[in-house]
């Protein structure tokens, strides 16, 4: 499923025109986008969690030339599914 897709169910769903179904999907994204990069947790009962890993400096390998290249720190987003799902996808 795509944004769009979740857009033409949410209207469905919702009787809501287009437009304001859109409007709510992004103000969803928006939010939890934000959340991330406020460093909080973000965790939706029963379907997933999504949370910030932190990673330090380290010193990697350029594939191609094998040089040695510092690798400066990073956060990267992480998903993770609840229990419940990870049930109900497994039936």
């Known amino acids: 499923m795509n944004k769009l897709e979740l857009i033409s169910a949410l209207k469905k769903e919702a009787d809501i025109s287009k437009f304001e179904a859109a409007k709510i999907v992004q103000i969803f994204f928006d939010s939890m986008a934000e959340a991330l990069v406020k460093d909080e947790r973000i965790e939706i009962r029963g379907l997933c969690s999504f949370y910030v890993k932190k990673y330090k400096s380290y010193i990697g390998r350029n594939p191609k030339t094998g040089e040695k290249v510092q690798i400066s720190p990073k956060r990267l987003p992480f998903f993770k599914c609840g229990k ?5 996808v497994n039936k």
Do not use: D, G
Request: net charge neutral; proline share 0%.
């Open 84 to 88: 419940e799902l990870r049930e109900r």
